[in-house]
């Protein structure tokens, strides 16, 4: 069964989510304000949700440029709140930096899982090709590889990175018992297609959830995508 992903970035939003908590497996923390796609939430929002945990919990600790022992340490913290997934957005592409930082990482997060994430507008800010940060991650066995999109601009990761790659990049994470999730700009026809053609261990949204004007989840797109990510078309809820 593929795990659903919602993210969210208001305190407001918790109520909403919890209402579906049997159809959401990872309960994703971002600072949605922050123009980062890895943005790392409020302090308040974490709190809050640990509080009120109801599934497992994901914490970024932001879209990272370079090394340095302030990211190690905040995931550290994160670890000892008992965080369940602690995500990093590798924006560099220097090898020898993404492998120290990454092998930091592992080595301080003792109970929380590691999700490295890859971005597939890569060639758009110059990171890493996601596939060349996966052979960096299955060198220290991370948890989680992830695939997402740095630049928000209306275009989907399927429209950046393109099937064949996806799909390529899912069956090396399964060659090496790495999970592999993958969000980015997703709009329903993309989940729907990921869905039969991928088949991913994890799916994340926000975008497509939102209302444009206020930017906060709705509930009747929410339901849509628990439709098509849990449920076959004679088991909808409603």
């Known amino acids: 069964m593929i795990k ?26 971002k600072n949605v304000r922050s123009g980062e796609a890895l943005g790392c939430p409020t302090y308040d929002l974490i709190k809050r949700a640990l509080e009120n945990k109801f599934t497992e919990i994901s914490v970024p600790i932001g ?22 997934y602690v995500k990093a957005g590798i924006c560099m592409n220097n090898v020898e930096e993404i492998t120290r930082l990454v092998h930091s990482l592992r080595d301080v997060l003792t109970s ?21 940060l996966f052979n960096i991650c299955r060198r220290f066995d991370i948890d989680v590889m992830m695939l997402d999109t740095k630049i928000k601009n209306g275009l989907s990761i399927i429209e950046k990175y393109g099937i064949e790659n996806i799909i390529k990049l899912r069956e090396e994470c399964k060659a090496h018992d790495m999970m592999f999730a993958i969000a980015g700009g997703l709009k329903l026809n993309d989940i729907v297609k990921i869905v039969r053609e991928v088949y991913p261990d994890v799916i994340g949204v926000r975008s497509i959830l939102c209302n444009e004007r206020s930017s906060i989840i709705v509930e009747d797109r929410l339901k849509e995508v628990i439709n098509i990510v849990k449920f076959s078309p004679l088991k909808l809820i409603y």
């Open 4 to 29: 659903l992903l919602i993210s969210i970035g208001y305190v407001e939003e918790l109520s909403l989510t919890y209402k579906y908590k049997q159809y959401i497996d990872i309960l994703d923390l």
């Open 63 to 84: 879209d990272l440029y370079y090394y340095s022992t302030n990211v190690v340490t905040l995931a550290e913290i994160f670890n000892e709140l008992g965080v369940d």
């Open 112 to 132: 929380s899982r590691l999700v490295v994430a890859g971005f597939g507008d890569y060639y758009e800010i110059k990171s890493i090709d996601p596939i060349k």
